[in-house]
């Protein structure tokens, strides 16, 4: 399939925003930009749109996507009831980085939410993306734009690279502020359920739903064979094909560690740098989750660019978006966690 490159780094690019609104009118897939990171976007009442996501992406047909709508009003028709913690989280958090899961209505195709009965659903904050969503007139069922397993694009290139010549277009924009992808929050659930931290925090969250149930699968790897809430919780993810260790320590315990294991990388903060013998490469200052996170999918992604056969990264903290940066990357290890 030949895959149209549209550029547009603003609303003036009318032209392009409207053959993407037009690509997916008629049922193709196009990449797009949002604030998180570039997902693959399809019409989501239309279910053989929503079939051809899974193929693209090669991802397991029973992990359901998330929704996006341009406007409140969007809602209408496609959840059931909204909850009033669900409503105050809306307001506070939209548009912006923040999923609800909500009871759907038969609208929903099965395909697009996994075969549940609930429905995720976003209003990105990415100008591009909103007047796509717009201009197509349609809510877009969008996953992450990457192959299944590998770390979500936070650039037009990484969709390129993975996605090339498997789908219709790729709107190249620039790059994502966010670079993890949201929040997700099921309100089908009493108590609220943070299902996947992302760059609205917990913190955040807990100023509107005080009594938030922090998912055990959002810090830890899901008993085999347990039913998951968030089904893209239980799969390795994230993943480069190096043998990557996550290690939990301070910085002197870190560095000892690493000086004692000859790792082709480690992957660090700039206090560390100093102290480790191995090659490093840095997410920035520890304390500054927010440029880890924008760095984070990157620096996975150039791992098996560079050939890396054995990676150690040194975990965050769990506080604010340091918990979203932590929960990607004990994915990225296959959950290969060491305690120092
Ligand atoms: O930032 C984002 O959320 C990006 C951009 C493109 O919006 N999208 C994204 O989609 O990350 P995806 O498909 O890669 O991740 C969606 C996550 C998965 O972990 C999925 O299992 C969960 O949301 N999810 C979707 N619908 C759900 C539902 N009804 N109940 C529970 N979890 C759900
Ligand atoms: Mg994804």
């Known amino acids: 399939m030949k895959t149209a490159l549209l550029y547009a780094d603003n609303l003036t690019s009318k032209d392009e925003i409207a053959k993407a609104a037009e690509i997916l009118k008629n049922g193709g897939l196009v990449a797009l930009p949002t604030e998180t990171v570039y997902g693959l976007a399809a019409d989501a009442l239309n279910e053989k749109a929503v079939k051809n996501i899974f193929v693209a992406k090669g991802r397991p ?21 909204i909850t009033p913690e669900a409503k105050k989280c809306m307001q506070a958090f939209w548009p912006g980085p923040f999923t ?9 195709p099965s395909v697009t939410s996994g075969g549940l009965d609930t429905v995720a659903v976003r209003m990105p904050k990415n100008d591009i993306a909103r007047e796509i969503i717009k201009k197509s007139g349609l809510p877009l069922a969008a996953p992450s734009a990457n192959r299944s397993g590998s770390p979500s694009p936070s650039t037009a290139q990484h969709v390129i690279d993975d996605l090339m010549g498997k789908i219709d277009a790729i709107v190249v924009s620039k790059n994502c502020d966010v670079g993890v992808e949201s929040t997700v929050v099921s309100f089908a659930v009493n108590p609220p359920r943070l299902l996947r931290p992302g760059g609205v925090t917990a913190e955040q969250l807990k100023q509107y739903i005080p009594d938030l149930v922090i998912d055990a699968a959002v810090l830890s790897q899901p008993e085999k064979g347990a039913k998951v809430a968030s089904p893209g919780m239980k799969y390795k993810h994230y993943a ?10 301070d910085k002197k315990a870190f560095a000892e560690y690493c000086n004692t294991q000859n790792a082709d990388l480690v992957i660090c903060y700039d206090e560390d740098v100093g102290l480790i013998n191995s090659p490093t490469v840095s997410l920035g200052f520890s304390a500054d989750h927010k440029k880890q996170a924008e760095r984070l999918f990157d620096t996975l992604r150039d791992v ?10 040194h975990a965050p903290t769990t506080d604010e978006m340091g918990l979203a940066v932590y929960n990607r990357l004990i994915r990225a290890a296959g959950f290969k966690v060491v305690q120092l």
């Open 304 to 313: 098996d660019k560079k050939g890396y056969k054995t990676v150690i990264v």
């Open 240 to 249: 480069p094909k190096a043998d990557v260790t996550l290690a939990v320590g």
């Open 61 to 81: 047909s029973d992990n359901p996507l998330i929704v996006h709508i341009a406007e409140f009003s969007d809602l209408d028709g496609i959840v059931s009831e």
């Open 100 to 108: 609800a899961v909500l009871p759907k209505t038969e609208k929903i």
